[in-house]
Each structure stands twice: as C-alpha cells, then as structure tokens.
C-alpha cells in the first residue's frame, strides 16, 4: 500500500508499459470489448491508473481515479465518429524517465505517458495513428462531395416532374438510400484492421 502511494504522490503511477499480445486476456479492457462483431486488441498501453486498448474499431480508456482505488471508468471513442488529429511523439530526455504519445480524438485531448525502452512499438503505434487519421480526412472529404452531389441531383432533377409510373415519393427513397449509403458505408471507415496490421509488429 505504501509503495502504491509513493507512486501516486510521485507521478509514476502514470508511467504506462506496452502489454503483449499474450497477455491481452488479462487486461480490464478486454472485456468490453464486441469481441461477438470481429473486435480485437492490436496495442495495449497500461499503467498502474489507467488502460489505453487501440482495437480495430475504437480506442477503449479504462480510467482510473488513481493508482490505489479499484474505482474504473470505461470510455469508448469510435474511429468512425471519433477524427484523430494532432498525433505527436515526444522522446525522452537523457534523465526522462517515459515518452509522452500525444493526440486528439473527437475533440478530447490524450497525453499518454510511457516507459522510454518502449519506444520502437510506440513508433509503430504513432505511424497506424497518422494513418488512420488521413483515412478519416479522407472520407470526411468524400461525405462533403456526396453531399454536394445529392444537392446538385435535386437541383437539376425537380422531385415533381416525375416520370409516368413514378411517384415522388420513390424518387426520394431513391436518392435518400444513395446518399446514405456512400455516406454511412463507402464513406465512413469503422474498421482499421488493415492499418494495425501493416504498422503494428509483433
């Protein structure tokens, strides 16, 4: 108990280490996880306070209070509404004892303190952040076009002219299950498996 103090009042209890693969059955985190819809754990990084479980649809923050309370709140920030921006990696100093991951996800600001003889899986990590942020641009970019696209359809093509046999209404069905369907499928990415694998080694 003492020694969990220590860090607490010490500021290591945040100092996270990089979990492996083997023991990804044993985190807090792996039981929120969708595991029934394909959802896996492709980077763990845990401290003694909290858990930061990069799967391949959502980052899943175990939250704790502090390092010497069991108290846990569990926060889940979906890639697929959650943009990454402002990813950066800050190594250690020579008497630094971690490296800061830092970034941005739907607005809500991650400063994540690591062991500094974690850094090549960080690197890792930092690359399949970037990349995954560039998708999300990417397809934001692609909802604005569709949205343009249906806006100049309904201006060229009048609702009321329709074409005998077709109804007004079926027009609309139409054009609406076009639009929601590149929005919502073709451009909305929610799984980033092929991005974990190509960057995250081991």
């Known amino acids: 108990m003492f020694k969990k103090l220590a860090s607490e009042a010490l500021?290591?209890?945040d100092i996270g280490s990089i979990v492996q693969p083997?023991?990804?059955?044993s985190v807090d985190a792996d039981?929120?996880?969708f595991h029934e819809d394909g959802e896996r754990i492709f980077f763990l990084i845990k401290s003694r306070k909290d858990e930061y479980c990069f799967t391949n649809?959502?980052?899943i923050h175990v939250d704790?209070?502090?390092?010497?309370?069991?108290k846990r709140a569990i926060k889940r920030y979906e890639y697929a509404s959650k943009p990454i921006t402002g990813v950066a990696l800050e190594t250690a100093g020579t008497l630094d004892m971690d490296i800061e991951l830092k970034f941005?996800?739907?607005g809500v600001p991650f400063s994540i303190d690591v062991r500094k003889n974690f850094i090549e899986q960080l690197k890792d990590v930092y690359k399949a952040l970037i990349s995954i942020g560039k998708q999300q641009h990417h397809d934001e970019a692609c909802r604005g076009h569709a949205l343009n696209a249906l806006n100049a359809t309904v201006s060229a093509y009048k609702?009321?002219?329709?074409?005998p046999g077709e109804s007004i209404a079926g027009q609309f069905t139409e054009l609406l299950r076009s639009y929601?369907?590149?929005v919502l499928q073709e451009y909305t990415q929610r799984d980033f498996t092929a991005v974990f694998e190509k960057y995250i080694k081991g």
Do not use: H
């Open 64 to 70: 704790g209070d502090s390092a010497v309370s069991s």
């Open 31 to 33: 039981d929120y996880l």
């Open 180 to 182: 929601n369907r590149a």
């Open 11 to 13: 500021g290591l209890s």
């Open 22 to 25: 083997k023991d990804y059955g």
């Open 104 to 106: 941005t996800m739907g």
């Open 57 to 59: 649809f959502a980052l």
């Open 159 to 163: 609702l009321t002219a329709s074409a």
